[in-house]
């Protein structure tokens, strides 16, 4: 037993699967198709799904450490870049934002795992995650180019509207098996 009766095995697992979603998220990333200013990637899925699948914290903690990775200079980032200029680039925002939204799928899914009646919680959580996610990277691109509002949405949100709802629908639902098998197994 380690430090409060927790087993060692389930800290073992815990910084296991952490890692393993930190590297689902690293795997991710770099995949992006440049569209504009804000490349369209795989990241945002592997965002929900590391809230969904482990909790709010230990998806958050995930993120964090995908974004450590990509500030060493490990190309981990859209394009395969990596380094601290791209969190301080015009797109880091939405870097940053990545923090929150897996902290909001991890609230949502904690909250969903009753099932029945309160699963709409994790697609809505999700969409919450990416409305904080567009308002973080949205507000820093704006600081970043000098953009009006309306600019920024029209190159920064509506374009990912739909296959941001589409990667939500998808993380939704393999977010619960997922986090069933995480949850029973070791």
């Known amino acids: ?75 981990v980032f859209s394009g395969f870049s990596g380094g601290f200029q791209k969190l301080a680039g015009v797109t880091g925002g939405y870097l940053i934002g990545y923090l929150p939204c897996a902290f909001l799928a991890g609230t949502g899914t904690e909250r969903a795992d009753g099932g029945g009646r309160e699963a709409w919680l994790r697609p809505a959580m999700m969409a919450a995650g990416t409305a904080v996610l567009y308002l973080t990277g949205t507000a820093w691109f704006m600081v970043q180019t000098g953009r009006t509002v309306g600019e920024a949405l029209a190159l920064c949100v509506l374009p990912f509207l739909p296959g941001d709802a589409a990667k939500i629908a998808a993380a939704s639902v393999l977010a619960a098996p997922v986090r069933r098998a995480v949850l029973r197994g070791g």
Do not use: H, N, Q, W
Request: with cysteine.
């Open 1 to 75: 037993m380690a430090g409060r009766g927790v087993p060692e095995t389930v800290k073992t697992k815990d910084m296991t699967m952490t890692a393993v979603m930190a590297a689902l998220i690293c795997a991710a990333g770099p995949l992006s198709i440049f569209v504009g200013p804000v490349p369209l990637s795989l990241a945002t899925f592997a965002v929900y799904l590391s809230g969904a699948v482990l909790g709010r914290k230990r998806g958050t903690l995930a993120v964090a450490l995908y974004l450590l990775i990509g500030m060493a200079g490990v190309p």
